[in-house]
């Protein structure tokens, strides 16, 4: 059975760092991008990051780019998001997802996707 799971989620004061896994299991990662999105209370899901399945390309949004970094540990089938100076507005129910290859803007182009991991960032 094919899955990710996703760790690392939890409270944050604004300003800290959290470090989010999505584990693969079931398959390979090494031919997945593998791409991040978040879900906020009452808004639409949004790519966050993602990262090719070479690990040559990466790409954040504009919300984030400087503060989160994106990697890929192929050998534990294991992506990460290094998140640091996290905001408020950075609160949300993080996914990952992927896709065959390369990344893609839209999130019905992924066929694999976690559960989820809940961000909070509150002082």
């Known amino acids: 059975q094919l899955q990710l799971v996703e760790s690392g989620g939890g409270l944050v004061q604004p300003g800290g760092s959290l470090r989010l896994s999505c584990a693969a299991s079931g398959f390979t990662l090494d031919y997945y991008a593998v791409g991040w999105f978040r879900q906020a209370p009452g808004k639409e899901r949004e790519g966050v990051s993602c990262i090719s399945a070479s690990g040559g390309s990466t790409n954040y949004a504009d919300s984030v780019k400087g503060r989160f970094t994106i990697s890929r540990d192929n050998a534990k089938k294991t992506v990460y998001l290094q998140m640091n100076s996290l905001k408020p507005e950075d609160t949300a129910v993080y996914y990952c997802?992927?896709?065959?290859?390369?990344?893609?803007?839209?999130?019905?182009?992924?066929?694999?996707w976690g559960q989820g991991t809940q961000v909070t960032v509150s002082s």
């Open positions: 997802a992927a896709r065959y290859i390369t990344c893609s803007s839209y999130r019905y182009e992924y066929a694999y």
